[in-house]
């Protein structure tokens, strides 16, 4: 029903920027809070930053004040420009989605993942 569509991942140097987009297509209603997860090899999945349809963040706190996620309503689309780029950042990142749909009269929410794209930081 919802495709995330994930691009910007890459190879960059130690102290580096990227930037990463997602765009969500399908049966949209409205989306809610949208967000960027990554997973490191061996590693459980975390949450790097998400953001609110008002625009109220959250970010880990392993990247403050190094990430900034925001995102464009109008095209349902998220970004997560990555600075100050660490080796340590190095995982899968994934874009999610809380999407809500309509059918007729009734409302009803669900979650949604992108396919992830790999982002490498050397040393």
């Known amino acids: 029903q919802v495709q995330l569509v994930e691009s910007g991942g890459g190879l960059v140097q130690a102290g580096g920027s990227l930037r990463l987009s997602c765009a969500a297509s399908g049966s949209i209603f409205s989306i809610n809070a949208m967000g960027w997860y990554r997973q490191a090899p061996g590693k459980q999945r975390e949450l790097v930053a998400a953001i609110t349809s008002g625009g109220s963040t959250n970010y880990a706190d392993s990247v403050k004040g190094r990430f900034t996620i925001s995102r464009d309503n109008a095209k349902n689309t998220v970004y997560l420009q990555m600075d100050s780029l660490k080796p340590e950042d190095t995982a899968v990142y994934y874009c999610?989605?809380?999407?809500?749909?309509?059918?007729?009269?009734?409302?009803?929410?669900?979650?949604?993942w992108g396919q992830g794209t790999q982002v490498t930081v050397s040393s």
């Open positions: 999610n989605a809380g999407v809500t749909h309509r059918s007729g009269t009734t409302y009803y929410s669900s979650g949604y």
